[in-house]
C-alpha cells in the first residue's frame, strides 16, 4: 500500500475519533445545561422561604415589644408571601391550614384591646412554623422534646409531693405542658401527621381528668403515673422521624454528641419562647395558693383583685 494511502486512512480515522467524542459529548452537555437551569430555578423557593422566616422572626420580636402597628404590617406581608406557590410547595395542607389560621386569629387578636398575650403566642407559633418548612432538617421546634419532658417530670414532681392540693399543683404543671403544645403545634404540622400531635393532646387532656378523678377518690393513686406514661409515649412518636423508627428526630438530623441548640444558635430564642408561659403558669398557681390561704384563715380577697 502507498504511503499517500496510508496517511489518508489515518486522517479518516481522526475524523471518525472526533465525531464520535462530539456526539457523545452532546448528552452529558445536555445534563449539564439542565442542571443550570434546575439551579437557577431552587433560589426563587429558597429566597421565598426565607424571607417569610426573617419576617416571622421580625414579628415575634414586634410581638414581645408590643409593637402593633409594625406587627400588622409584617402579618400582611407573611400572609402574601405565604400564600404563594414557591413556599407552599414545603411543608404539609394540614400544616399550611393550621398556618392560616394562626394568621388570622393574630390579626383578631391584634385589633382588640388586652390580648397582648395572644397575638403573642401565635407570632410564636408562626415563627416556628416558618422556621420548620425554612430549615426542615433541624427545625427549632425539634428543641421541645426535651421541654415537654421537663414538663412532664414537674407533672410528677407536682404530683408526688406531700402538699394538701397536689392535684392543683399537678393540673397548673398539665397547663403548661399545654401551652408549650399549643405553641409548637402549626411547626408539627408541617412535618408530622396530625394525628400523632392529636393523639399528645387527647392523652394530656384524659390526663387532667384522672388527676381530678384521683383527687376526689374515684380512682386509685396508680392511674396518674399510668396515664403520664402514656402522655410521654405520645410525645415521644411526635418528635421521631416518620421514615425511622429508632431514633428521636433530633438525631435524625444532628450528628451524634451535638445538640439541636448546637446546630443551630436558636437556644436562647426557644428560652425566651417557653419561659413565659412558665412563669405565667407558676405565678398563675402561687396566686391561687394565696387565694386558698387567705379563705382558710377567714380573710376577705376580692375577686376582681385577685383576676387582675
Request: with cysteine; net charge negative; proline share 3%.
Amino acid at each position: 500500500m502507498k504511503a499517500s494511502s496510508i496517511y489518508a486512512l489515518a486522517c479518516v480515522g481522526v475524523i471518525l475519533v472526533l465525531v464520535s467524542s462530539c456526539s457523545l459529548n452532546d448528552k452529558p452537555n445536555f445534563t449539564i445545561v439542565k442542571s443550570a437551569i434546575g439551579a437557577a430555578a431552587e433560589p426563587s423557593e429558597s429566597a421565598a422561604l426565607e424571607q417569610l422566616s426573617s419576617w416571622s422572626d421580625a414579628l415575634y420580636a414586634a410581638a414581645n415589644q408590643s409593637n402593633r402597628q409594625e406587627a400588622y404590617l409584617l402579618l400582611q406581608r407573611i400572609e402574601e408571601l405565604a400564600a404563594t406557590d414557591d413556599v407552599r410547595k414545603t411543608g404539609t395542607p394540614a400544616g399550611w391550614h393550621a398556618f392560616d389560621l394562626s394568621l388570622q386569629a393574630a390579626k383578631k387578636a391584634m385589633s382588640e384591646k388586652g390580648t397582648t398575650t395572644l397575638w403573642y403566642t401565635e407570632a410564636a407559633r408562626l415563627k416556628l412554623a416558618s422556621d420548620a418548612v425554612n430549615r426542615p432538617e433541624a427545625p427549632l421546634w425539634l428543641q421541645y422534646e426535651g421541654v415537654l419532658r421537663d414538663d412532664s417530670q414537674r407533672i410528677l414532681t407536682a404530683w408526688q409531693s406531700q402538699i394538701e392540693d397536689r392535684a392543683m399543683a399537678a393540673e397548673a404543671a398539665i397547663g403548661i405542658y399545654g401551652e408549650h403544645l399549643d405553641r409548637l403545634e402549626v411547626a408539627a404540622l408541617m412535618q408530622r401527621d396530625a394525628g400523632e400531635l392529636e393523639a399528645v393532646r387527647e392523652r394530656l387532656d384524659y390526663m387532667k381528668e384522672v388527676v381530678k378523678a384521683v383527687g376526689s377518690g374515684q380512682l386509685r393513686h396508680e392511674t396518674v403515673n399510668s396515664a403520664l406514661d402514656r402522655v410521654n409515649a405520645s410525645a415521644s412518636a411526635l418528635f421521631k422521624d416518620p421514615s425511622d423508627e429508632g431514633e428521636p428526630a433530633v438525631a435524625e438530623a444532628i450528628p451524634p454528641g451535638v445538640t439541636v441548640g448546637q446546630r443551630r444558635e436558636g437556644s436562647m430564642q426557644l428560652a425566651e419562647m417557653f419561659i413565659a408561659a412558665f412563669v405565667m403558669g407558676v405565678l398563675g398557681f402561687a396566686g391561687w395558693r394565696k387565694y386558698r390561704g387567705g379563705q382558710e384563715k377567714g380573710i376577705p380577697i376580692s375577686r376582681n383583685k385577685f383576676n387582675g
